[in-house]
């Protein structure tokens, strides 16, 4: 893999590729004077452009990440933070050949000149790249620091070749180019040079390979067993067809190996710090089990809860995997709950379970909606302040934590006599009537 200095290896490997095609080409006799190629901004080449003869610039404008190589190697470190893998950086670099002169024709002479050398010479060999930016000693003494220092690109031994594609540039996304660049717009190319690995050379952690599986390599030794299995919840089933049950319901769980001794079901909110254990009703199965939830409106929560069974087995307890259950709210309006001052409609409810610092309660009165005044301790009272709000009856529903009050009846006997199901409707006693 390559170093952090191969973005620059490559920009040298580029200006050494265009300096010995115009050597080849003989350019410099067509134009009259040498042709020099720099890597320099387009603004610092338009400075010197009158002080120096003609000359190509190459100039790095973008790098991306190459999506091919993106995701290889992954991942870099494991859940202790230690590293396993030195992952490779992947970029492809896009790179804009200019042609700088100030004499008639120059510039096209040069720009292609230029083009033709990048269209004939599609990519770098292993051993381009190490005669480049590796020179023999007698040579490489006499470069500069920098230059020397591109001998350690490590772009010679990467995994991947380098290539050089054109990169077709819309008139529009290069006109915003040369405006981004604050610099004269000069005939140029654009080229994308693809894949760099940047890798670094670190220590990481590897476990040794595993040589045989079990005694004399004859493979893991079983020992068959009657421990029965561990508890599955399947499906939880709230009351009445609704998504949520209330404080007071009961959820009907089903399973398997629901059975055992002191069958139980604990409750997690998953947004606050609130855990409850609740025995399980009497008569359930391995099959099917029935869980109350506690009429407890100060101690519990309304929102999403984790649910888990619980039961003992020769004294062990066996938990189960876990399933979502939600706790509706139940909201009730005491008298005097509905005020207007002016263009403003306070409404004050009472809330069951009681609401906790920190959690989001909104209520709807028809399609209008507002957020609870806030709270900084537990409290079965809510505030809601409305806008402007026309006279009338309005469907009421209440919102905590993102499960909603029971504003709807779905389980509505069915009509005689023959008994088709009945579609649900509006719960007409969730109305609020504003003045």
């Known amino acids: 893999m390559s170093s952090a200095l191969a973005i620059a290896g490559v920009t040298q490997l580029l200006r050494d590729l265009l300096n010995d095609g115009l050597v080849d080409h003989d350019v410099g006799a067509l134009v009259n004077t040498n042709v020099t190629v720099h890597a320099l901004a387009p603004d610092v080449m338009l400075a010197r452009e009158e002080d120096s003869g003609p000359a190509l610039n190459v100039f790095l404008y973008h790098t991306d990440v190459n999506g091919a190589w993106s995701n290889s190697c992954l ?17 492809d670099l896009y790179y804009l050949v200019c042609a700088y002169s100030t004499a008639d024709l120059h510039n096209d002479v040069l720009l292609g000149y230029a083009m033709q050398i990048l269209h004939e010479h599609p990519g770098f060999t292993r051993a381009e790249i190490q005669t480049a930016l590796n020179p023999s000693p007698a040579i490489a003494a006499g470069l500069p620091p920098l230059l020397q ?9 990467q995994a991947e070749a380098l290539r050089i594609a054109p990169h077709f540039m819309p008139v529009s996304e290069m006109a915003s180019l040369w405006s981004a660049l604050q610099s004269h717009y000069r005939p140029c190319a654009a080229i994308r040079v693809s ?8 220590a990481t952690r590897e476990a040794l390979p595993v040589l045989t599986i079990g ?7 079983v020992t068959p067993s009657l421990i029965p299995p561990l508890p599955m919840l399947q499906r939880i089933i709230p009351p009445a067809l609704q998504s949520s049950a209330r404080l007071g319901d009961i959820f009907d769980v089903e399973g398997m190996s629901l059975d055992g001794t002191n069958p139980r079901f604990t409750f997690e909110h998953v947004a606050l710090p609130i855990t409850h254990t609740v025995n399980a009703a009497a008569g359930g199965s391995a099959r099917t089990q029935s869980v109350p939830v506690p009429n407890a409106p100060a101690t519990w929560a309304s929102g999403v809860y984790s649910i888990h069974f619980t ?18 709210p139940v909201m009730t309006l005491p008298p005097q709950s509905v005020n207007r001052a002016g ?4 409404v004050t409810v009472r809330v069951s379970p009681h609401c906790h610092p920190g959690q989001h309660a909104s209520l709807w009165l028809g399609s209008e909606g507002t957020q609870a ?16 709000i026309a006279a009338g009856n309005y469907p009421v529903r209440l919102r905590v934590d993102g499960v909603d009050s029971w504003f709807i009846l779905r389980d509505r006997p069915p009509i005689a006599p023959d008994f088709a199901p009945r579609p649900p409707v509006y719960d007409p006693t969730q109305v609020v009537v504003v003045p």
């Open 195 to 202: 894949t760099v690995l940047i890798q670094a050379e670190l």
């Open 215 to 221: 005694s004399d390599n004859r493979g893991a030794d």
């Open 373 to 388: 005044e806030t709270v900084t301790a537990v409290t079965d009272t809510l505030v809601f302040v409305f806008g402007p």
């Open 75 to 91: 991942p870099t470190r494991d859940r202790e933070g230690m590293r396993v893998n030195n992952t490779p950086l992947p970029l």
């Open 311 to 328: 039961a003992d087995d020769a004294g062990r307890p066996q938990d189960s995997n876990r399933l979502s259950v939600q706790i509706a």
């Open 343 to 346: 263009s403003t409609v306070t």
């Open 149 to 157: 220092a591109l001998a350690d690109t490590g772009l010679a031994d």
